[in-house]
């Protein structure tokens, strides 16, 4: 597995989760609990977003889109 981001805004967390179920994309979320510890986008208090190995690649491009303000929840 890879990390493909670690952020502690659960607005970006739940907008990225959404698009990659939409592409079959599996994923883990490591330190969920942690973050809502403490709101706000801390590096030390971050939710991260796993992915195989075998996905990285397609589920990179996904993030970029939604960082980039391209993709829309429908």
Do not use: N, W
């Amino acid at each position: 597995m890879k990390e493909l981001v670690a952020t502690g805004d659960p607005v970006f967390l739940s907008a990225l989760k959404y698009h990659l179920e939409c592409e079959d994309i599996a994923f883990d979320l490591f330190d969920g609990y942690v973050a809502s510890l403490f709101p706000g986008d801390m590096a030390v208090a971050s939710s991260r977003i796993m992915v195989a190995d075998e996905d990285f690649y397609r589920a990179q491009r996904i993030l970029k889109q939604l960082q980039d303000g391209e993709m829309a929840c429908e």
